[in-house]
C-alpha cells in the first residue's frame, strides 16, 4: 500500500514527522533522570466507537472527576493544568492524578484507592460502558492509547484513548453485562539519549491496557492490593458495590527518537483514497480549466471581434449575446449591504482557512501543541478583521451604498454573531447535559474580549481605509431603464444552476470533509495537510471556474443579475456539506438523546453556513473580475 506513494510526493504530501520535529514553546521535551516522576495528568471522557456496530453513539463527553465516575482524587483534591483557548473550546480538560509513575520502574498491582458505587452512578457508569465511552490520560504530555490494526493490514498503530469497561456476554442478548476497567497496565516506551548520563530518559510512548478484576484488598498497612483474581467487576444497579482501583507500570526501552513519537498516532486510514480522490478532483480541475479557457479564449474572442466588428458598419444591430445587456451588468445588486458584508467576512474566512492549513503544512501546529489548531485560528480570524472590513467597505462603495456607518458596524457584528450564536445555544445542551464540553464562563468571557478588543476595531480600521480606496469602476455606463430579461432556459434557473455548480467544488473535497468529519466526531488526530492543502487550491480554482463559466451562460441569455447568482451558485456547494453531514450521521452515527443530536445538526449547519459564506466568496469575486475583463474588451458607442 505504502509503495503505491510516489516518494518525493508522499513526504511532500503527508509529512508525519517533519511536523514532529520542531521544539514549540510548551512542548519541548522533558528529560528524566531513572526514579523521576513522571505526570500521568487525566482529560475528559469521550465516547468512541462501539465495536458492536461501529458507530458512535453519544456526543457528549464528561469530566474525569464527573461525581458518577468514583475515579480516584489525588490528595487535595485535582489541579488543573493551563491549557491554550483552542485545547479549551474543543473540550480539553485536564488534571492531575494521584498515580505516580517513575521513570523506569517497573511497579506491579498498585493500590490506587478503594471506591463505592451506589446504585445511581452505576446505572450511569454502566451507560456510558455500553456507550463505549474512553478514558483520556496524558503521560509527559503524551496520550495514552491502545494498540489497533485496521482490518486487512497487520500494521500496528496507537489510537487514543482506551475503554472504561467493556461487555460481558453476547452483545444484544440477555447475558450482556458491562463491567468496569479498575485495574491498568500502563505500558511506557522510553527512550536512553545515547552517550548523555545527566537526565537521559525521555518517554516517547504510551499504551495503557485496561483490565476488570475483583480484587482482595488485604487489610495491612499500608494496604495491599492482590490482582490475581480475574473475574469481571461488574457494578450492581440493585445495591452498593464495593471494589479497588490498582495499576501496574512495564517501561520498555525503545530506539524511537523523541522527535517522532508522534508517528504512531498519525496513522493513515488507507492512503490510497487520498491519492485517488486528489487525482479525481485533479481531473475535475483540468477538465474544467480546459473547458473555461476554450470558452474564454475561442468563444469570447470570436464575440469581441464581431461586436467591435459591428460597431464600425453601425446599422447592423446585434439581436443575442452577452453585449446587450452592458448597459445593465454593472446596475448594483440588491441588498447592497447585505452581500458586502457577507463577501467582507467571506474574505476573511479565506485567509483565515488558508493561512491555518499553511502554517499547520509548515509543521507549526503539530498534535503535540493540544488545540494549537483551532488557537492558531481564532487568532488568525481576529487578525484579518482588517481584511474583511477593508473587503466590505471597498465592494460595498463600489455597489454605490450610501449606508457607510451601518456598512462599518455590521461587518464584524454579522457573522461573528451568528457564530457565537449558535454557539452559546449549543453550550446550553451540554450544560444541561452535565457534559464537560461546555465551555466555561471566563472562556466565553475571553473570547468576546478578544473580539471586542482587537477584532472590532481592526475591522473599523479596515472599512476605513476601504471607504477611503477609489471604488471599483465599471467600464462601462449603466442606463437609465432596466432592460426586460427573456425566459430563461432550465438549466440557468436558480435552483438547478445552483445544483450544478455547487456540487464541483464539493466533489473536489469531499474525501477530505470525510476525514476531518471523523477526526472531528471520533477524537482522531487529523494531520494530512500537505492533502488538505492542494484540496484547498483545487477547491478554490474549481468555484471559481465553474462560476464564471455559469455566469457566461447567464450574461449570454441576457440575464443581467449575476451577482447574488454569483455567489448563490457557488456557494450552493455547502447544501452539499450538509446533505453529506446528514449521510454521515444516518451511517455513522446511531445519537441516543435529544442533546447529541442537537449538537451535531447544530455544528453541521453552522459550518454549512460558513462553507457557504466561503465559497460563495470565492465564486462572487472570480465572476466579478471575468465580468469586468470581458466588458472592457469591447467598444461601446
Ligand atoms: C519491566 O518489565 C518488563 C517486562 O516484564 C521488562 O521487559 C523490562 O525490561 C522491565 N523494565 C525495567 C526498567 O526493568
Redesign the pocket.
Known amino acids: 500500500m505504502k509503495s503505491l506513494q510516489p516518494p518525493a510526493l508522499a513526504t511532500l504530501l503527508a509529512l508525519p514527522s517533519l511536523a514532529a520535529a520542531f521544539y514549540l514553546p510548551g512542548v519541548a521535551p522533558t528529560d528524566y533522570n531513572e526514579g523521576d516522576r513522571v505526570s500521568l495528568n487525566v482529560n475528559r471522557l469521550t465516547p468512541a466507537v462501539v465495536s458492536s456496530t461501529q458507530q458512535i453513539e453519544s456526543l457528549i463527553s464528561y469530566d474525569y472527576y464527573h461525581e458518577y465516575f468514583h475515579f480516584c482524587k489525588p490528595p487535595g483534591g485535582p489541579q488543573k493544568i493551563s491549557e491554550s483557548l483552542g485545547s479549551i473550546l474543543f473540550g480539553d480538560r485536564i488534571l492531575t492524578s494521584p498515580f505516580e509513575l517513575k521513570m ?3 511497579e506491579t498491582c498498585k493500590l490506587l484507592c478503594q471506591e463505592k458505587h451506589d446504585q445511581r452512578s452505576a446505572k450511569f457508569t454502566n451507560t456510558r460502558i455500553t456507550q463505549g465511552y474512553n478514558l483520556n490520560w496524558l503521560i509527559d504530555g503524551l496520550p495514552a492509547a491502545t494498540l489497533t490494526s485496521q482490518v486487512g493490514d497487520d500494521t500496528l498503530f496507537y489510537s487514543q484513548g482506551f475503554a472504561l469497561g467493556g461487555i460481558a456476554g453476547a452483545v444484544g442478548t440477555k447475558d450482556a453485562r458491562p463491567f468496569l476497567n479498575n485495574h491498568y497496565d500502563i505500558i511506557v516506551d522510553y527512550h536512553r539519549i545515547p552517550g548523555r548520563t545527566d537526565k537521559p530518559f525521555r518517554v516517547v510512548g504510551v499504551v495503557v491496557q485496561p483490565s476488570s478484576k475483583m480484587q482482595k484488598v488485604s487489610g495491612g498497612t499500608p494496604k495491599t492490593a492482590d490482582c490475581g483474581n480475574d473475574t469481571p467487576l461488574y457494578l450492581s444497579e440493585n445495591s452498593e458495590t464495593e471494589f479497588a482501583y490498582t495499576y501496574s507500570v ?3 526501552e525503545s530506539p524511537t527518537a523523541w522527535a517522532t513519537r508522534w508517528d504512531k498516532y498519525l496513522h493513515v486510514f488507507d492512503p490510497r483514497i487520498h491519492w485517488f480522490s486528489l487525482v479525481n478532483s485533479a481531473i475535475i480541475v483540468i477538465f474544467l480549466t480546459g473547458m473555461v479557457s476554450m470558452v474564454l479564449l475561442k468563444t469570447l474572442r470570436k464575440d469581441i471581434a464581431r461586436y467591435n466588428q459591428l460597431d464600425l458598419n453601425e446599422d447592423v444591430q446585434e439581436d443575442s449575446g452577452w453585449k446587450l445587456v452592458h448597459g445593465d451588468v454593472f446596475r448594483p445588486p440588491k441588498n447592497p449591504m447585505l452581500l458586502s458584508i457577507f463577501l467582507g467576512s467571506g474574505a476573511q474566512i479565506f485567509f483565515m482557512t488558508g493561512i491555518t492549513i499553511l502554517f499547520a503544512l509548515l509543521g507549526f501546529l503539530s498534535p503535540s501543541g493540544r488545540g494549537s489548531l483551532a488557537t492558531a485560528m481564532i487568532i488568525f480570524y481576529t487578525l484579518l478583521g482588517f481584511v474583511g472590513g477593508y473587503a466590505s467597505a471597498r465592494v460595498y462603495k463600489s455597489f454605490g451604498g450610501e449606508s457607510w456607518k451601518k456598512n462599518i458596524l455590521f461587518t464584524p457584528i454579522f457573522i461573528p454573531g451568528v457564530v457565537f450564536g449558535t454557539f452559546f445555544v449549543l453550550n446550553f445542551f451540554l450544560i444541561w447535559k452535565g457534559s464537560s464540553g461546555a465551555v466555561p464562563l471566563w472562556t466565553m468571557v475571553a473570547l468576546i474580549s478578544i473580539w471586542f478588543v482587537i477584532s472590532l476595531p481592526l475591522s473599523f480600521a479596515g472599512s476605513w481605509f476601504g471607504f477611503r480606496a477609489a471604488a471599483i469602476e465599471a467600464p462601462v455606463r449603466t442606463n437609465q431603464i432596466p432592460r426586460q430579461i427573456p425566459e430563461q432556459a432550465m438549466y440557468l434557473k436558480p435552483i438547478p444552476s445552483m445544483l450544478l455548480v455547487g456540487i464541483l467544488p464539493f466533489g473536489a473535497i469531499f474525501v477530505e470533509l470525510y476525514f476531518i468529519m471523523s477526526s472531528i466526531w471520533f477524537h482522531r488526530v487529523y494531520y494530512m495537510f500537505g492533502f488538505l492543502f492542494v484540496c484547498y487550491g483545487i477547491m478554490i480554482i474549481t468555484c471559481s471556474t465553474v462560476t464564471i463559466l455559469m455566469i457566461y451562460f447567464l450574461l449570454c441569455s441576457e440575464n443581467y443579475h449575476w451577482h447574488w447568482r454569483a455567489f448563490f451558485i457557488s456557494g450552493a456547494s455547502a447544501f452539499y456539506v450538509l446533505l453529506n453531514a446528514f449521510i454521515y450521521w444516518l451511517s455513522k452515527l446511531s445519537l441516543g438523546g435529544l442533546a447529541s443530536n442537537v449538537l451535531y445538526l447544530g455544528y453541521s449547519v453552522l459550518i454549512a453556513f460558513l462553507f457557504f459564506i466561503l465559497t460563495g466568496t470565492i465564486g462572487f469575486f472570480s465572476s466579478w473580475f471575468f465580468v469586468k475583463k470581458i466588458y472592457a474588451s469591447i467598444k461601446i458607442d
Do not use: E
Request: net charge positive; glycine share 0%; proline share 0%.
Open positions: 523506569a520502574k517497573n512495564i517501561w520498555i
